[in-house]
Nanobody, 124 residues
Framework: QVQLRESGGGSVQSGGSLRLSCEVS????????MGWLRQAPGKGREGVAS???????NYADSVKGRFTVSRDNAKNTLILQMNSLKPEDTAMYYC??????????????????WGQGTQVTVSS
């Protein structure tokens, strides 16, 4: 049974930081590409950050320089460190997995497995 479980969301003031975690089971995060995607109120789902099986990363322009994605292969855990948060970062954040040959994609349609999401709210 494939399972992705996010944690670490919450409410924070503009300029603050949050660290999101995703526990992965049923698949190996070293064999799949992983990603963080989000959906803001009234918006479609968009890719935020991806990390490939070899550790290569890709980021949406809106979060470059502020967010960092990483993986702990031993624990099969995906991390998103979010710094300098802005109100426009407010969204439901999802952990997702995709085939490793979809290198660096931020396209939600390329992801096969999804967590339930964790809410991030940034106030001004």
């Amino acid at each position: 049974q494939v399972q992705l479980r996010e944690s670490g969301g919450g409410s924070v003031q503009s300029g603050g930081s949050l660290r999101l975690s995703c526990e992965v089971s049923g698949i190996s995060s070293t064999r799949f590409g992983m990603g963080w995607l989000r959906q803001a109120p009234g918006k479609g789902r968009e890719g935020v950050a991806s990390i490939d099986y070899d550790g290569r990363t890709n980021y949406a322009d809106s979060v470059k320089g502020r967010f960092t994605v990483s993986r702990d292969n031993a624990k099969n855990t995906l991390i998103l460190q979010m710094n300098s948060l802005k109100p426009e970062d407010t969204a439901m954040y999802y952990c997702a997995a995709r085939p490793s040959y979809s290198r660096g994609t931020l396209n939600p349609s390329q992801y096969n497995y999804w967590g339930q999401g964790t809410q991030v709210t940034v106030s001004s």
